[in-house]
């Protein structure tokens, strides 16, 4: 039985009944616990109850007063022993002598230990004045938590009661045949450090040692090499089961009267308190563990991914964890106490599912189900129903609830994408296809006009099909560059020589729509690591758009170049167009880079696209910021050797 770790910081606790209890049941004579402000009996020791035939709960409704047959008026604690008569069960009362204790100052505990006087006459006085003096301290010392330093206390104790220059206490040693002295005193070198299994086996329950007396084990050796005058010691523990040993001794004085009796009355006492010390300390290691078993069990159930409901047999709801409360719109204390079909409902086999859980069957998936939040919007969904049992019998079912509408989601894009893979190859063969035809009719066009006068007014039809024809031309041709993209070829390109020069290009077109253009690159900016033919062409296209926004009201053209260093492994180039135009309407802003998506009545929709594929052929990623006013777009571009 080992005992905690060293704590010099223990401090003694408030006196608790159930420890005196547990100290008063080892003693031999009669005792009773009473509260004096309630003038009643708390608790009677088992040599009380064996001598009265009482019961405890008889004896708490006696009075003290009635219990010795003391007078009304007499008031606690007597200042000497008082001859009285104990009361006893369907049997007369004997005289005994009664000795009324404080236990400590100020507290309203007060022992009464009652002997017959028969047997008090027997005994010598001291005895008794000893268990006075000393049962109050000792039952003090036990209120101390820690047990290194509640022994540090008694030792201190023993030294005094036994006048005892030599004391130590011995402790079985786990997993070792050896008992420690686990409080050892430095200047106290008469007594060994430890002690065998075997010469602890050898030392009798109690036992008195003094020169002349056989040698039974090592520390009576050890005392008479130091010239004891005598070495007294008493088992700790059950007489079948002990695990310690207290000794005491003395080089300058004789053993005290009756010193095996008042130390196997220390033993005991000592027993009771570190037996409660270390129950209390195994019961509060417990609960600590079970509290961390519980904060484990909520931190999962409130951080798992799944939504939870907890019922009972009944099917009624104990709670939900917060997921399951995002996913079905209900708080938890609205649906506690809620039977689980007026919560869950839409799912199909799901009622079943509970009736098997409740004869102790899971159900790990009920397939693909559906249920309704409280707003009645159905999402789709996985369920377990997992039965907790408890022994035999079934005491609460687990519902985990796994949300899949982003797998939905997941699924019904994969979908779309592969239709639009098979739509994009069908476009480009459309596209190359209808092409050639388109190239026929314009030439034809064209020397049908060469063959008619200039004033012929069939001239003008001709124009506007010829317009037409360049048009559906382009549109091919830009249908094939989205379908088709060309393979990268990737260099580094000085980017403000690139944006300089297209600035440079689009001088005249951006002079007559009054649009202003404004360019600012960083200092010492590196060479991005780009296709540099695709990356004109994404520049090209925002500069264009920018100046078509602008074309009506006029306007500020806005690139900015610096280096980001937002990733540190991976850093890149910073580039920002903005204009000072309308804005990209919201019904429209986050699909923008999507095919076909236009706010131009002249355009295809297809620039914008391309210009986000091309972006991201060259590992870099393009994102847009718009509003009444103004249109910016944030391109991100890898550094050459950046990484």
């Not at 004096?36 to 709960?57: C, H, P, R, W």
Request: proline residues 5%; hydrophobic residues 40%.
């Amino acid at each position: 039985m080992e005992l905690a770790a060293k704590n010099n910081n223990s401090t003694p606790t408030e006196l608790e009944p159930i420890q005196i209890q547990l100290i008063m049941d080892q003693f031999e004579s009669a005792v009773v616990l009473i509260h004096e402000e309630e003038d009643k009996i708390l608790y009677g020791n088992v040599a009380l109850l064996k001598s009265t035939a009482f019961t405890q709960e008889e004896l708490s409704n006696l009075s003290w007063h009635k219990l010795i047959g003391a007078g009304e008026g007499k008031e606690l604690p007597f200042t000497a022993p008082e001859t009285c008569e104990l009361m006893r069960r369907k049997r007369d009362a004997i005289p005994v002598m009664v000795r009324a204790i404080r236990l400590v100052n100020g507290k309203p505990y007060i022992v009464l230990t009652i002997l017959p006087i028969t047997q008090f006459r027997q005994q010598r006085y001291e005895e008794f004045e000893f268990l006075e003096e000393n049962l109050g301290k000792l039952l003090n010392l036990s209120t101390i938590s820690d047990p290194y330093f509640y022994l540090n206390e008694v030792i201190s104790l023993l030294g005094l009661i036994f006048n005892a220059d030599q004391v130590a206490i011995y402790q079985a040693v786990e997993d070792f045949p050896i008992l420690k002295n686990i409080v050892p005193q430095a200047n106290k070198k008469n007594l060994p450090e430890t002690l065998s299994s075997s010469e602890f086996s050898q030392l009798e329950t109690v036992g008195l040692w003094f020169p002349g007396k056989p040698i039974l084990a090592e520390i009576h050796k050890k005392a008479r090499e130091n010239q004891l005058s005598y070495l007294a010691n008493a088992s700790l523990g059950e007489e079948e089961a002990a695990f310690g040993l207290i000794v005491v001794g003395s080089s300058t004085h004789e053993p005290i009267k009756n010193i095996k009796i008042h130390l196997s009355f220390i033993a005991r006492i000592v027993t009771a308190t570190l037996q409660q010390s270390i129950l209390v300390n195994n019961l509060n290691q417990q609960i600590q563990a079970q509290k961390g078993m519980l904060d484990i069990h909520s931190l999962l159930f409130d951080n798992i991914h799944e939504g939870i409901v907890l019922l009972n047999k009944e099917l009624v709801i104990g709670r939900i964890n917060q997921v399951a409360e995002i996913l079905l719109g209900y708080a938890d204390k609205e649906v506690s106490g809620q039977p689980v079909e007026n919560v869950l409902i839409g799912a199909e086999g799901f009622i079943v599912a509970l009736q098997s859980a409740q004869n102790g069957m899971a159900t790990h998936n009920l397939g693909k189900c559906s249920l309704h939040r409280r707003n009645g919007i159905a999402f789709p969904c996985q369920i377990q129903v997992i039965p907790v049992n408890r022994g035999e019998s079934v005491e609460d079912i687990l519902v985990f609830i796994n949300d899949i509408s982003e797998n939905e989601q997941i699924r019904l894009r994969t979908q779309q994408l592969e239709h639009r893979a098979v739509l994009g190859e069908i476009t480009a063969v459309f596209a190359h296809e209808v092409r050639n035809p388109i190239n026929n009719i314009s030439t034809g066009l064209q020397l049908l006009s060469q063959k008619l006068d200039a004033e012929d007014p069939n001239q003008d039809n001709i124009q506007r099909m010829l317009t037409d024809c360049t048009r559906l031309n382009h549109l091919m041709e830009s249908v094939l560059a989205f379908s088709r993209p060309a393979e990268q070829r990737m260099h580094p390109c000085n980017l403000p020589i690139l944006i300089q020069r297209l600035l440079d290009r689009w001088h005249p077109r951006m002079a007559r729509v009054k649009v202003k253009p404004y360019f600012e690159p960083e200092g010492n900016i590196p060479d991005a690591y780009v296709d540099q033919r695709s990356i004109e062409q994404v520049f090209t296209n925002l500069i264009s758009n920018a100046v078509e926004a602008m074309s009506e009201t006029g306007g500020t053209l806005a690139i900015k170049i610096k280096t980001d260093m937002s990733v540190p492994t991976r850093p890149q180039l910073e580039i920002t167009v903005s204009d000072t135009g309308p804005g990209i309407p919201d019904e429209v802003r986050d699909r923008i880079f999507e095919p076909f998506v236009t706010t131009n009545p002249r355009g295809n929709g297809l620039g914008l696209a391309i210009t986000k594929r091309i972006v991201t052929a060259n590992r870099g990623s393009i994102t847009l910021d718009t509003f009444p006013g103004g249109t910016v777009f944030k391109v991100l571009l890898p550094i050459a050797n950046g990484e």
